[in-house]
């Protein structure tokens, strides 16, 4: 087996557990010793047997983003960038879907907090917590308002 090859084998086993960037194929790579020239043959690859594609991989991790882990959009962004994903691939994703940040940030709450005694939380310790997920501070507090009115 060549070195292209053990390349190819070791990205598709690295993507196989969850869709990859091609940062994260590349970084992933570099760091298992392979040159710059295997790795951009084997991520060409990769692209041209639909096994690789950045926007792909960003509208999967917008959807699971939103639903799951009710992210805000500014975290969304931030986690995008940080996995390689260019500015107008975001900005392209990001504009096929509309997102009620008030509701997501109520639901985060929802999630996290729906079974705690409504006497033991702090409105303080929501907002932080919606504040450390992204949202602005105009929401959080929109959210913390919708929580406790729900709950």
Known sequence: MNLTEDAIKSAVSF????????????DKLKRKGFNIEIIEEVISFLEKNSLLNDEEFARLW???????KKS?????????????????IIER??????????ENATNLLIQKFSKVNKKSLD????????LSNGFSYTTSEKAVN??????
Do not use: C
């Not at 917008?62 to 799951?68: F, S, T």
């Not at 994703?93 to 008030?102: F, G, K, N, R, W």
């Not at 919708?146 to 709950?151: D, I, L, R, S, V």
């Open 93 to 102: 994703v990001l504009s096929d879907i509309e997102v009620d940040e008030v």
């Open 15 to 26: 993507i196989r557990y969850r869709p990859r960037s091609k940062k994260e194929v590349y």
């Open 62 to 68: 917008v959807n699971e983003r939103l639903v799951l």
């Open 146 to 151: 919708n929580f406790f009115e729900k709950f």
């Open 72 to 88: 805000s959009i500014i975290k969304i962004k931030m986690e995008l960038r940080a996995k390689g994903i260019s500015d107008d």
């Open 123 to 130: 409105r303080n310790k929501l907002l932080r917590k919606l």
